[in-house]
């Protein structure tokens, strides 16, 4: 259950060598797990507005390989590796055609309203196990 994200780098997203600078990729991979939620047909918003709660990360560990440039486009790929109770675990890259700029392996946590960590909600598991089952059958 991978998710694909196409973006382009702007200027503003560079350094003074026109490289993206190190701490956008982490933008570029939450644009990318934002997408993936919401192609499981999950509203952040929405979820956050009723008070069910929010996802957060808890730990990135994060691998530069290569550099991407200004005006490049890359995708950036979100694909589910397992869960527990109330985390997410999820492995990120940004390719530039086809090469692996950088990769990420990330968990996220799914806070209640107090901010404590709460059951990951049963619309998410869902589609998960709809998801997974689907891979497993191919």
């Known amino acids: 259950m991978t998710h694909t994200l196409a973006l382009r780098v702007y200027y503003e997203d560079t350094d003074l060598a026109g490289i993206v600078y190190y701490a956008?990729?982490?933008k570029f991979i939450e644009r990318g797990r934002?997408?993936?939620v919401r192609s499981l047909g999950l509203d952040q918003a929405r979820m956050a507005a009723r008070g069910e709660g929010v996802f957060a990360v808890r730990r990135v560990v994060a691998n530069y390989l290569r550099p991407a440039r200004f005006d490049d486009w890359l995708d950036v790929t979100t694909a589910y590796?397992?869960?527990?109770?109330?985390?997410?675990?999820?492995?990120?890259?940004v390719l530039r055609?086809?090469?692996?700029?950088f990769e990420a392996e990330v968990t996220l946590v799914f806070?209640?309203?107090d901010g404590r960590p709460g059951r990951l909600p049963r619309a998410f598991l869902d589609e998960i196990g709809k998801n997974v089952a689907e891979l497993r059958s191919e």
């Open 97 to 101: 055609g086809g090469e692996t700029l």
């Open 111 to 113: 806070l209640s309203p």
């Open 24 to 26: 956008n990729y982490l």
């Open 81 to 93: 590796r397992a869960h527990g109770r109330a985390r997410v675990m999820l492995d990120q890259r």
């Open 34 to 36: 934002s997408e993936w």
